[in-house]
């Protein structure tokens, strides 16, 4: 949360900067016998299955995070298959701002280029988001990322942020 979103409600705020990490932590629910990830994070489901055998709980307990539309900034975002990312851009009526991992297009009023990296990504998608929403355009489009291991958390949260 950045601290301008708490406007008058507290009267301190102890900032420790950007977090090394991003975006929150992994959390496994170990209460029913099964070890099941409710919400991904830095350590994947590859990592923990060396570790604990994991299943899937018969219903997942209220957890942060759990919310099917999270994190999501106030312009409407769509998470876009990046096969259909030049598509989306040329049918553009209006302002539009793009996350995405390749080089700006002219035709988009706000490029915001991110890392190839799971982790980069990561530590910078809130910012990014944040960046995207104070663009002041009338869509966000997101160009998605690999369907692959290290990607979970990050595509859990865009497509938390993109739900509508």
């Known amino acids: 949360m950045c601290t301008r979103d708490l406007g008058a409600d507290v009267d301190l705020v102890l900032e420790g900067g950007p977090s090394e990490v991003g975006i929150e932590s992994t959390i496994v629910d170990l209460s029913t016998g099964v070890a099941s990830v409710l919400r991904p994070g830095q350590v994947s489901e590859g990592e923990l299955g060396k570790i604990v055998q994991l299943g899937k709980g018969e219903s ?20 876009v298959p990046t096969q259909d990312l030049d598509r989306e851009i040329s049918k553009l009526k209006s ?52 369907a692959e291991s290290g990607w979970e958390a990050v595509l859990d949260r865009l497509r938390k942020a993109t739900a509508a």
């Open 60 to 79: 997942a307990p209220r957890h942060s995070g759990g919310m099917e539309k999270h994190y999501a900034p106030k312009t409407p975002a769509r998470l």
């Open 95 to 146: 302002k539009a701002a793009v996350l995405a991992f390749s080089r700006p297009d002219e035709r988009v009023d706000f490029w915001l280029r991110m890392p190839r990296d799971p982790a980069a990504y990561a530590r910078k998608l809130y910012a990014a988001l944040r960046e995207l929403d104070g663009a002041h355009c009338d869509a966000i489009f997101i160009e998605a990322p690999p």
